[in-house]
């Protein structure tokens, strides 16, 4: 059986290994000059490819549930064991991140060129699919140079719109509509926060461990914790990203408060910074948190709070104090959105996984396709967790079940 793949990302080449090892010929469409380009500039460019702890509780979309029959049938081990297999080492981190061995996303997308082309897998790339048409019992791809490629099975693997400078884009959600498919609303996931820039600017490229809680008025919407990093127009780092989902979809009103002493409470922190008066006294009130956290943050938590950075901590009073306990406690910044999918890394929304057979990745609607990866509407929290979706369900859709 001849099987055609339209997309060269992280789902579509596990699609095309799976099928050739299941004794199809494979034929795999990418539109740009290379393969896995989106995948080599994940995780800072180090390729966070899985994690540990993948598990239905950190996926969202309309039915998390979807995922579940893909992660069992490819779970993380197997995963690994697979990637072993074609030469990968790979290193467990914090949180049960998992990264290459040689900390180069290159080395997860050479690996896995080389094992495509070890299969027989027929590469098409440089060449955009302008449409997937279903004739008879088979397929037909016509690509934007004019060539036209039939086939008996075909799996949509073209990701989202996410990382538009990296190759996302519709191309996916159009050729599925084609056929009859339908999608959901799209926002942008593990982007970054957006916020009021005042204080983010004076911070750029700070790194903090905090705990995070998105609020609106008195509600929390959603919190995390963990690293964040602040840029010149808000908050990114894996803290972020984890939240940014819940902005794109929660509207205006809302507020992120960064509490960036999350292992001591409030008591705690007013208690250190009084005794640190004491013992210092001429010590200036932008100094005071320096030593629990970085310099430029400590400074700009007492302005924060209303402080001059250059008054005596003598001269600060118990309501000063208690306002820079408050500051590092709860830096509130206004949110404004997230910088959106040119950057950002996942898309949230996409095709209605109630078309497809999760036991298999089969449409209900169209015999012989299949899709898989970001084009539907899955995605997962920061840390590995959406590779897994990708590597499980193209996987699962390249065995043509």
């Known amino acids: 059986m001849r099987v055609l793949i339209i997309g060269a990302g992280a789902s579509g080449m596990f699609a095309a290994l799976a099928a050739a090892r299941s004794g199809h010929e494979a034929v795999l469409f990418e539109r740009q000059a290379r393969v896995g380009r989106k995948l080599a500039a994940t995780g800072n460019g180090r390729c966070n490819i899985t994690n540990t702890g993948a598990a239905v509780n950190h996926y969202h979309g ?24 074609i030469g990968l080492l790979t290193r467990e981190e914090y949180g049960g991140r998992v990264y290459p061995l040689s900390n180069s996303a290159n080395s997860v997308t050479d690996t896995l060129r080389f094992a495509l082309e070890a299969e027989g897998v027929r590469l098409v790339s440089g060449d955009r699919v302008r449409a997937l ?7 037909a791809v016509s690509t934007e140079s004019g060539a036209r490629v039939t086939g008996d099975a075909a799996i949509v693997a073209c990701g989202g719109l996410a990382g538009e400078k990296l190759g996302g884009g519709k191309d996916g959600y159009e050729l599925l509509k084609s056929l009859g498919h339908t999608r959901t609303a ?5 982007a970054q926060i957006t916020t009021a820039p005042e204080f983010p600017r004076a911070l750029k490229g700070v790194k903090a461990d905090c705990a995070m809680r998105l609020t609106r008025g008195r509600d929390l919407l959603a919190e995390s914790s963990g690293e964040a990093l602040f840029a010149e127009t808000g908050v990114s780092g894996p803290a972020a990203f984890d939240l940014a989902r819940t902005v794109s979809t929660s509207g205006e009103g ?3 408060a960064l509490d960036l002493l999350r292992d001591y409470s409030f008591g705690e922190a007013l208690a250190d910074l009084r005794a640190r008066t004491e013992a210092a006294p001429e010590l200036p009130a932008g100094g005071l948190g320096i030593g ?3 310099n430029r943050l400590a400074r700009m938590l007492a302005k924060y709070a209303g402080i001059k950075q250059d008054a005596p901590a003598a001269s600060l009073d118990a309501r000063a104090l208690k306002s820079l ?7 509130a910044l206004p949110v404004r959105g997230t910088e959106g999918f040119a950057t950002a890394q996942v898309t949230a929304g996409g095709i209605k996984t109630s078309e497809f057979d999760a036991a298999t990745m089969r449409s209900r609607l169209v015999p012989g396709l299949y899709a898989c990866g970001e084009v539907l509407d899955i995605d997962g929290d920061c840390g590995g967790y959406n590779l897994q979706w990708a590597w499980s369900s193209g996987h699962l859709a390249g065995r043509l079940l």
């Open 62 to 85: 309309e039915n998390p549930e979807f995922v579940r029959p893909a992660l069992e049938a490819l779970p993380v081990a197997d995963t690994l064991a697979i990637f072993r297999g």
């Open 133 to 139: 048409t279903r004739g008879g019992d088979g397929f």
């Open 186 to 190: 799209l926002y942008p996931a593990l």
């Open 254 to 256: 809302l507020t992120l």
């Open 292 to 294: 629990a956290l970085p």
């Open 325 to 331: 306990a408050n500051a590092a406690k709860a830096f």
